[in-house]
């Protein structure tokens, strides 16, 4: 079965499973969760993103996969911002600020070419852009995002598109066939793309229509075996395409120049790697991860409504106050798990500052040595180039590296903060019901939530990967020590080639540099830790009193349905008493002995 057609089959489970319970157990705690889980299965979109360097046709390569001659195009690089494109009936165009502000614009090509990098705006006001058409690729919720290019790491450009990296489903990367996979695209891959897995990534060749066809088996071998250095061995599947003619095949109806264009292969592509690729899978195992665990909760409520049933009245009146007192009482408990998850904050903050700190201190060695060690004529490309490069590097391999462990600290404080309500309530409040009733399952189902309407964080991504860390390295962090060249005493003598003299200042300007980087990053972190601290107050008191409030309902029920019953066995009883005091006064009055 596909990805669609699967996603279809679980919304439908969800459903009569949500039926059932509106029937049977209104109050259940599990409605509000199916719904969510229903909502994001709605919401859940599959993201192609188109990744490469200047002039390699992305644009034109967007454009063909639309069918639409829509994104600005040109020799001289244009895109100069992240261009979102949803399926819609009614075209629109809207600008997302950094600050929050949305303003939306008739979809034309005059109103895109406003926001290419010849235009005059301000970029840095832009977080992205969102488009909406009609385009048959789009439907099923399929995302298109067209990029800046990728030749200048040191733009702030190029670091929007390293933020939104980790969030695609399918990364296509574009190169030249005529210049394929020079130093800086290997540098791209190498350093950003592989930590997003090779199994997302497509390679395609753009401008086969510039090669003489006696040459186009040697250039496609050439090019795959560049890939396969890069990869270390690893072998991936080249498409070579000509962009330009796939997008005149579409506008024009030319089938054949269509078929020979290669777009077709790669539209093909995309539609396997939608319905059966690792990462559909994965999103597929998330979405099946959480029906399942929060079936076992309404299986854990029917088993403790079952259980209930067996206690006397008493008990169960007993058990309500327990549970009105625990509320009650909430503030209390409430400060008691703030003092223990800034406990647990405090021990995280220590750990991440010794191992950053250590880190910060390997980079300025690392780099002050590179900077003595370097003898090459090109001192601007050193400070503007392979020093950022050299650090963005440094920091991405500690995120890759260190990111697991922070957030295995953070998932055991949340297990823990969920043991520890558990524990609590099971002493104030002795539960009689199979499987420990069912606070059981707050072990079992997610804590936390993305309130943002991000489906791909909803579905399982409980706290996070290396990617939620590796954002935080996106936009303009990296911005200071990028900046370098253009201080005072660099600049002059930069443009005097002083390299010997320069060394001792340029070490010391990257010293700083690289320490306010560490400092800015730790803090970084520490915040991250925090929200994610809070969040797992906030939802695991959420979820935990969500589901109280449903044992209280169940409790509620059943002495209803006991008094109903101790109400119906006493008139019974009163009714055999009066039967028997009619036999009595009636039918044995004046009774003779034989």
């Known amino acids: 079965m596909n990805y669609t057609a699967e996603k279809e089959l679980l919304r439908e489970k969800i459903g009569k499973l949500k039926g059932n319970?509106?029937?049977?157990?209104?109050?259940?705690?599990?409605?509000?969760?199916?719904?969510?889980?229903?909502?994001?299965?709605?919401?859940?979109?599959?993201?192609?993103?188109?990744?490469?360097?200047?002039?390699?046709?992305?644009?034109?390569?967007?454009?063909?996969?639309?069918?639409?001659?829509?994104?600005?195009?040109?020799?001289?690089?244009?895109?100069?911002?992240?261009?979102?494109?949803?399926?819609?009936?009614?075209?629109?165009?809207?600008?997302?600020?950094?600050?929050?502000?949305?303003?939306?614009?008739?979809?034309?090509?005059?109103?895109?070419?406003?926001?290419?990098?010849?235009?005059?705006?301000?970029?840095?006001?832009?977080?992205?852009?969102?488009?909406?058409?009609?385009?048959?690729?789009?439907?099923?919720?399929?995302?298109?995002?067209?990029?800046?290019?990728?030749?200048?790491?040191?733009?702030?450009?190029?670091?929007?598109?390293?933020?939104?990296?980790?969030?695609?489903d399918v990364i296509i990367f574009m190169t030249s066939m005529d210049a394929a996979m020079k130093k800086t695209e290997k540098i791209f891959i190498q350093e950003f793309l592989l930590k997003n897995g090779l199994d997302k990534i497509v390679f395609a060749a753009n401008f086969m229509d510039r090669i003489d066809e006696e040459e186009l088996d040697d250039t496609i071998d050439y090019i795959n075996r560049r890939i396969q250095n890069i990869l270390d061995g690893e072998k991936a599947t080249l498409f070579p395409m000509s962009a330009r003619e796939a997008l005149e095949g579409k506008l024009h109806g030319d089938e054949s120049l269509l078929r020979y264009s290669g777009v077709p292969e790669i539209e093909a592509e995309i539609v396997k790697r939608i319905e059966s690729g690792s990462r559909s899978m994965e999103k597929l195992e998330r979405f099946h991860w959480r029906i399942k665990a929060s079936a076992e909760a309404v299986r854990s409520e029917i088993e403790t409504a079952k259980g209930l049933s067996f206690e006397s009245l008493e008990s169960l009146e007993a058990q309500l106050a327990a549970v009105a007192s625990w509320f009650s009482n909430q503030d209390v408990w409430r400060g008691q798990l703030q003092n223990y998850l800034n406990d647990r904050h405090n021990e995280i903050k220590y750990m991440v500052r010794k191992s950053v700190q250590h880190f910060g201190n390997n980079v300025r060695e690392d780099i002050e040595n590179r900077i003595h060690l370097y003898h090459g004529a090109d001192v601007k490309n050193l400070v503007e180039s392979q020093i950022p490069i050299a650090v963005k590097s440094q920091f991405n391999s500690w995120v890759n590296q260190y990111s697991d462990y922070v957030h295995e600290l953070l998932r055991k404080m949340q297990v823990e903060v969920i043991k520890g309500l558990t524990t609590a309530f099971k002493e104030s409040v002795h539960i009689q019901a199979v499987k420990g009733a069912n606070i059981q399952i707050i072990d079992s189902i997610p804590i936390l939530s993305a309130r943002t309407g991000n489906a791909n964080v909803k579905a399982g991504l409980v706290l996070g990967g290396a990617s939620t860390l590796a954002i935080l390295l996106g936009g303009p962090f990296f911005l200071p020590i990028v900046g370098m060249a253009g201080l005072p005493f660099l600049s002059q003598k930069l443009a005097e080639k002083q390299l010997e003299d320069i060394k001792p200042e340029l070490i010391t300007a990257t010293g700083r540099q690289i320490s306010q980087l560490v400092d800015n990053f730790e803090e970084q972190i520490n915040h991250y830790v925090q929200r994610t601290k809070e969040q797992i107050e906030e939802e695991s008191l959420e979820e935990f009193s969500r589901l109280l409030r449903s044992y209280e309902v169940i409790l509620k029920d059943e002495i209803n349905n006991k008094q109903k019953e101790a109400t119906f066995i006493k008139a019974y009883q009163n009714k055999l008493t009066d039967l028997d005091e009619l036999i009595k006064t009636e039918l044995m009055e004046g009774e003779k002995v034989l």
């Open 21 to 168: 319970l509106i029937e049977l157990m209104p109050a259940s705690s599990q409605l509000k969760v199916l719904g969510e889980i229903e909502e994001d299965l709605i919401q859940d979109y599959y993201t192609i993103m188109v990744v490469g360097e200047f002039k390699h046709g992305k644009s034109t390569f967007v454009n063909a996969l639309l069918g639409k001659d829509i994104m600005p195009r040109d020799v001289t690089p244009t895109t100069a911002t992240i261009n979102a494109v949803f399926h819609s009936e009614n075209p629109e165009m809207q600008i997302l600020k950094v600050d929050g502000r949305v303003e939306k614009r008739d979809l034309t090509v005059d109103e895109l070419n406003q926001y290419t990098a010849s235009a005059d705006f301000n970029a840095e006001e832009i977080k992205y852009l969102k488009l909406f058409m009609d385009a048959p690729l789009l439907k099923n919720r399929v995302v298109l995002i067209d990029t800046p290019g990728v030749n200048d790491l040191n733009q702030q450009r190029s670091d929007i598109t390293f933020e939104f990296l980790p969030r695609a």
